[in-house]
């Protein structure tokens, strides 16, 4: 396949809000290097990884939530400092155009985590992130190394479908890896109507166990509808001493509360902070009840592929509840802190005649 010399897309180009985006059609085209594939995007999710490094988040000054973020944040990557303009987008489908060395065979449609692993004896938990560590998918193209795609050309699913999976399922399916969940356990999930909080219900639902999605009323029909065996408004305290693991992506003044819903022995996985990163609890209730506390971010090759069977067996879905043109970004992430839809908002790349 000849691919033209430039492509169209959004570049960050500082840390701030919708005025950092950037649309550029002369977008130098990307070559693969070795161990690389250069991949056709067909469509990007809209994510709060994407947006938490727009605003700059990440960066240790910032202690309110992602809404509350200010201009002005240095070093708000996961990594701190960002190589500007970049190419953000961690949720790619697309089709392998060029592979330089082994890899999916061309034409294949792939998908790849958003925190790629390169675990070594001396950084056990070390990754990359794509649209962060390295231009992403809100572009016609992006470049990946070849070992991170997983092929998904078989899933009955769409474009869109796939789009919507990785930082979301792959999140929840590490969340639920490290929270070791099973059949015998009862599952409190916070920010259950949100891409992740969604797609834990559904994994957790796949392992067998018994799931609580905490949500507003207006999005409790689509959280039951993902599995939820029981729902708590998100404005209610959760029972005490009632819950084996909780799947928290809110933090934020509930926090304590969520610690004081799990019994003796209790897992409380995180990997999100919504509501607001310092948080507060008893800490008599954290050791005299034995809760172990997971930070959720690395995740091992095994997940991604754990997930990407399912995707491919059909035994997940995701919930897309509206898709933009790539160059509505600004609209589609506004809906997306708005908290208008549940589930997932896909962007779709112009295509080259466009």
């Not at 070594?120 to 998918?137: C, H, L, M, Q, T």
Request: charged share 20%; proline share 7%; glycine share 12%.
């Amino acid at each position: 396949m000849t691919t033209p010399a430039t492509m169209s897309g959004v570049q960050l180009t500082r840390h701030g809000g919708p005025d950092a985006l950037a649309w550029n059609d002369s977008i130098p085209m990307p070559e693969p290097g070795p161990g690389e594939a250069l991949v056709k995007v067909l469509a990007a999710g809209v994510n709060n990884t994407d947006i938490n490094t727009r605003v700059g988040w990440y960066a240790k000054e910032v202690t309110g939530a992602t809404a509350d973020t200010q201009d002005g944040v240095e070093a708000g990557g996961f990594a701190g400092a960002l190589n500007f303009p970049l190419i953000q987008g961690g949720d790619l489908c697309g089709r392998v155009v060029a592979v330089n060395g082994d890899g999916p065979a061309e034409g294949a449609r792939v998908t790849c985590p958003i925190n790629q692993p390169e675990a070594s004896n001396e950084e056990p938990a070390k990754f990359r992130v794509i649209g962060s560590d390295y231009d992403g998918a809100f572009a016609q193209y992006c470049t990946v190394p070849a070992q991170q795609l997983y092929d998904v050309t078989d899933a009955p699913m769409t474009d869109i479908e796939v789009a919507a999976m990785p930082c979301a399922f792959g999140t929840a399916e590490g969340l639920l890896d490290r929270a070791n969940v099973g059949a015998k356990d009862s599952v409190l999930v916070t920010g259950a109507s949100g891409g992740v909080g969604m797609a834990a219900v559904q994994l957790a639902k796949v392992r067998g166990a018994h799931v609580t999605g905490v949500c507003s009323a207006a999005k409790v029909n689509a959280v039951r509808a993902a599995g939820a065996d029981a729902i708590l408004d998100r404005n209610e305290t959760p029972p005490k001493l009632q819950f084996t693991v909780a799947i928290d992506l809110v933090g934020g003044p509930g926090w304590g509360a969520v610690i004081d819903a799990l019994k003796p022995g209790g897992r409380y996985a995180v990997a999100g902070a919504i509501a607001g990163p310092l948080v507060e609890a008893d800490l008599r209730t954290i050791y005299l009840n034995d809760v172990s506390i997971l930070g959720c971010t690395y995740q091992s090759p095994e997940v991604f592929k754990r997930l990407v069977d399912l995707m491919n067996a059909g035994t997940v879905r995701p919930l897309i509840s509206q898709t933009y043109l790539l160059q509505d970004i600004a609209k589609a992430q506004a809906d997306f802190e708005a908290k208008i839809h549940p589930g997932k908002l896909v962007l779709i790349p112009p295509s080259e005649d466009a």
